[in-house]
């Protein structure tokens, strides 16, 4: 009963279907008929003018992104646990070609729009200093916490007040979005670039790369091609995504992820470090109580040497979350 | 019909069956039980100890093997028609940081012994010229040409004297092995590193990086996450690779395409602008005799104003190359 | 009357005089012969084999030393207020293509052995997270603090014991071995690497980077042609450390900054936010206090809203140092 | 008799003399009046507005500048003997981090327009190949020939009207202006940067980077303290080069190092590889021809194996210069 990530699920059987069907085509790269409705259909679901790249993994979609908006002696703005920071091994450093990371705090991995005032405002604006060019948020955070409509338009106001690029990464985008229950742009706005996870939600091996901004599209295709990213038979991501969001099953999968982690927190009550927004869950737990839950079948990850994480997945079983909640519950 | 390339056929069935049992497991990244099989389905593929990984494209297999070898302050000695040179965007110089192409004549893409010592010792030994670290090849060339055993022995002698690192470029690997019908390792011997191609000979998105020198893979790892090019659900790459490599399906794939690249040969006779031994066939034509194939339906690259190229894959359809064998024939 | 830094002063005569005489000479680059005495220079200064390369700048002394010994994927452990991270402009993400600053907390910019274990403890050893390869220390530090030989002694067993590189930045080491009243190699033991500054303590435009492991050296000579540093009148920079060392200049330059500082810090008593050590005086002041000395005719940095910062240099002109000795007692 | 090279002679008189006058000042990095006041030398000497940076070293100049037009996916247009490509260590690679030299064939080390045309025309505008964003030129040459101001004009209207941007290397640019006998900007007229050159001229350790458009020099300032280029006593390479353009003396010096060229080239008559039109002279010369005038006392490099190169500078000893063009005369 696997609760470690939702990052090796299986790919869901309407993704694989619509793999195979991308079998008959065959133009390379992204000249075939699928990846040429990608701008379209993503320009449809946030009801404005998009253009997207398909990338194969959250990493390349951030850094590249990073990389359109920020020149090599520049900086991006972000929390210290996100992702691009924490746990891509550096990436953002090599696609930037070695712009800075500026940390800041805030509670549950969110930026509030005071930090970046805090931080943008302590810096001489000299050569001697990096001068931030980007802020980076996840949504929902590296914590399952999601900015509301009103916290983005806020911290877009102060991220374009000063003439900073906004990003956003959205491995689990689908799973703020359903938690919000609102139109996708309100859940992104202020974006320049939007990584748009698929992978964490049901695909295989494709994100998408929305950019709201097509001066920035333009010079990513480059970028993603110099990076190794343009795959030839690159239709058979463009399938995957394409196959997420028709008939809405990007956000199908995210509700019932969203789902389990909620009935996992109902039966977590006090113990949760976190409250519960997207479907990622975090318990106070002893060594000795994660030991009882793993005699019982259940792998997660520790949090810590006080907790551990639960990610639920769109496949996630319902047998099993019931089973969990209730060792949950009984500890 | 298509002859355009092989970079977009599609995915073999023995591929798909092979991904689509790796759905059942879910380690991430390369912690499965199929990316753990890789270094020892190459290690008796080779008969010596390999270490393999998994990455998505040719460019990222090749630029990350070249990243490994050369610092970024040297170069790496090619053919000035190299695809890392002509055709990946300028890749090498981002995985790299910067090391220099320094480029080489040589008849048919490929490079003797020769070129390379009149080049390195065309050079002082000091810092204002950039010193070469590796030389890259590439097996089948850019031209449909294979090195034989013989060849390479006298080329890595001439690499190994000079203490530089070799990279072979196998994107058609599998037609050279299947042209020489030698031992692999025979094929390549005298590499550090080899990109081993699948995704042009049946795959979809798996490329192998092979290393002969296990120090090489360790920081190879390290750059590959660095690079965005660690799938979390990689298992769905290593599926591919060993569904290529098990029953011999990579040799088999290769033959077929290789057969239909000799039935053109034949029949293009005197228009042969290169000896055929892969599976591309260059012909010197007139305008109007590509036209006169194009409107019998047949689709393929001009090659300069006086040339076309053609190229077979796992899947040309026998018919097909019989029909365009007849009209070359014929014209 | 200046105390706003040491990085400007005058050009000591004695250098102007070395420089002078190297007119005559006209071997380019470093193949001169005052080039040429560096390593030997350095040798007999350290008691042990050293390799010295004269470059413009402590920022490319010390980025050329980390590019080095850091890989682009790797990381370098440094106090979050150490120069490179703080003040040059991103150089060091520029040299070694984006390696990471791994940043630490410790009293007085200096870094404690016990930091650099929570540290490098704290991480997985895996490729998602960056591995740090090389730890700077400054000494004397951003804020003036000296580390004692056997701190260093301390730090540098645990550095080597992690199997990091140790590099030193001592942009100030003359104004801490003039304050330890050690041998050099006592104030710098461990190192891998020194940068070894001369233009705060008397020198126009040549700091040296000291090598302790010519293997680094090596690597660094290409890269420093590569960043455009390898002068081709390279004579006058060696002519200027050379005058530094000859007679022990160094010391006598630095002997009198240090003086001069700790006449002000017994000036300050109670107000001094750090020990006084080298030639930097950390005052807490208030605004009307800072505005006060102003008013007398004396320059100086604001530190914070609280606090002031006054620089000596081997040419403080003791009046000056008397009257802001005084003005300070008297606010 | 040194006819080695202009890089390393000794420095003017009235160099030195304003870089002690130099001394009085201290503010740091280019915040002296020294520093500040080159823009507007700059745009009297060339008549428009003008944004000029001291740098120490021609290389750091030429790749600043191109660092600041080219995109780390772009390419830089220049001839396979330019110096950027030949005689820089792989430093255009590092500062641009990766672009790609675009190398032309060209007599005497010059571009024509239609080579630039022939190179741009047969790319495909597409994301496999690394597309061109400027061009550079040496001016004059690395084999001392000098564009007119009409062949500028021309190849200006072919960058321009590419879109791409236009550098000129003008380490020697004082040996142009002084044989064109031109207003200044006639002799780079359509550059967007200049890297002016005052080393071999007679300076010590700086060369201006003047460029003709602002927005390129805010970059510059940034990516200058980011190569650790900017030193904190900058006042002594602003009065070099004010010292050179003060009173006309960079042409004074040039013109000197013109006349013993010509006066070389006289006596070399049938001999000459190329037209003598700045203070490079090539002979053709045997074996024996090289050894019988080393053994006269001159000091030279060879040129291949059937030639020599003979540089005047700024102090070519009259006499000297009458005994080589004797000795020539005699062989």
């Known amino acids: 009963m696997l609760f470690l990530s939702d990052n090796a699920a299986a790919v869901h059987p309407r993704v694989w279907e619509a793999m195979r069907v991308a079998d008959a085509s065959d133009a390379p790269y992204d000249g075939d008929a699928l990846s040429q409705r990608l701008d379209a259909a993503f320009s449809a679901l946030f009801g404005r003018d998009c253009t997207a790249l398909w990338v194969a993994t959250g990493t390349a979609a951030n850094c590249l992104a990073l990389a359109t908006m920020v020149p090599p002696h520049g900086g991006v703005i972000c929390h210290h646990e996100a992702h691009i920071e924490a746990d891509e091994g550096g990436a953002p450093g090599f696609f930037t070609h070695g712009a800075k990371l500026m940390l800041l705090e805030g509670e549950g991995a969110k930026i509030a729009p005071a930090a970046i005032e805090a931080l943008a405002g302590s810096l001489r604006n ?81 994100e998408a790369l929305v950019f709201f901004d097509p001066a920035l599209a333009d010079v990513a295709r480059f970028r993603r091609k110099r990076a190794g990213h343009l795959q030839s038979k690159g239709r058979y991501l463009a399938a995957q995504i394409l196959a997420m969001l028709e008939g809405g099953l990007w956000l199908e999968n995210a509700r019932h992820a969203n789902a389990a982690a909620q009935h996992l927190a109902v039966a977590a009550g006090q113990r949760l470090l976190h409250p519960v927004e997207a479907n990622e869950v975090f318990l106070a737990t002893t060594a000795t109580e994660r030991t009882a839950l793993r005699d019982q079948g259940f792998a997660f990850y520790d949090w810590g040497v006080d907790g551990l994480r639960l990610v639920t997945a769109w496949n996630s079983d319902s047998a099993h979350v019931e089973a969990l909640a209730r060792a949950i519950a009984a500890l």
Chains 1, 2, 3, 4 share one sequence.
């Open 126 to 206: 000299d050569v001697h200093q990096v001068q931030p060019h980007a802020v980076s948020i996840t949504q929902a955070s590296e914590y399952g916490r999601v900015y509301r409509s009103e916290e983005l338009a806020a911290l877009a106001a102060v991220v374009k007040g000063r003439g900073l690029g906004l990003h956003i990464d959205g491995a689990r985008f689908a799973n703020a979005v359903a938690f919000l229950g609102c139109d996708p742009w309100q859940a992104c706005q202020g974006a320049d670039a939007l990584s748009f996870g698929c992978v964490k939600n049901g695909g295989m091996s494709a």
